[in-house]
């Protein structure tokens, strides 16, 4: 399985909560002899090194299905005119220069191979996919895949919290809340007008103002979760959350997330 870094986590949870992320036009596929981990940068990431014939080489994914994109042929090396080392883990970088670029993703191989002279690596198709998980929609997630991975467009979507009565799930959203003075409140991107997020660190957002709903007219009933919409009524589901304590709202109540209360996470 590939992790995305930290480097992919804030650019994709920042074109949704943020600021839009600009996809390469291709990706490329590294090896490394040692996991590049999250921290990893086109600089330091335990590439193998630049010399005996080593070099990444592009790579293609096909539509991205449940939250996961997956290699869609095989990636063949340049011969070795030379060691490679022990080549372990693979990386998704955005430029094909050794030592350039971002790392959007890394994992490991499913065998480490050493790499002598007269070899010449390939890494089958199938083998390399990477995976959004968390509480996303499942659109959600193949649209940011198909962005960073395949450069189809995404636009930069609103975000909207929305108060549901049942569990949201992948899928969709769960029973929100309707009439009785309800109404989604928008959230704005990092310097907009408040509310607004915080920009990204380390994979999560958070939002830097008090999030006030209206005043409940009636009852709303029993509170359960959240969910983040792309628009002030029907939209896109885009992340959500059923962990929140359970509130009954009734006649006269206020429901408020206050400055740092609300913290979405991609991983």
Excluded: C
């Amino acid at each position: 399985m590939g992790n995305l870094t930290d480097y992919g986590r804030d650019a994709l949870i920042n074109h949704i909560y943020n600021t839009a992320y600009t996809a390469p036009s291709a990706v490329f596929l590294a090896l490394a002899t040692a996991d590049p981990t999250d921290a990893a940068t086109g600089a330091s990431m335990n590439e193998v090194a630049d010399a005996n014939g080593y070099g990444r080489k592009a790579i293609t994914f096909a539509a991205p299905s449940s939250g996961r994109v997956t290699q869609s042929a095989p990636v063949v090396f340049d011969q070795a005119t030379g060691p490679w080392g022990t080549v372990s883990h693979w990386a998704i970088v955005d430029d094909a220069d050794h030592g350039e670029g971002n790392v959007l993703a890394h994992g490991a191989l499913s065998a480490p191979k050493s790499i002598v002279s007269g070899n010449t690596p390939s890494v089958a198709s199938g083998e390399v996919y990477v995976e959004i998980t968390g509480e996303i929609g499942t659109s959600t997630a193949n649209s940011l895949l198909n962005l960073m991975f395949r450069n189809q467009a995404y636009s930069k979507p609103d975000t909207y919290l929305a108060l549901v009565t049942s569990p949201s799930s992948a899928a969709g959203i769960g029973t929100e809340v309707s009439g009785n003075g309800y109404a989604r409140v928008q959230v704005n991107p990092s310097g907009g007008s408040a509310p607004a997020w915080a920009d990204a660190v380390d994979g999560s957002v958070e939002n830097d103002d008090d999030i006030d709903f209206a005043e409940a007219e009636e009852s709303w009933g029993t509170v359960v979760g959240v969910a983040v919409m792309s628009a002030l009524s029907g939209g896109t589901l885009l992340m959500y959350d059923n962990d929140m304590t359970d509130q009954v709202v009734g006649e006269g109540d206020t429901v408020t997330f206050l400055a740092g209360d609300f913290v979405a996470t991609l991983s």
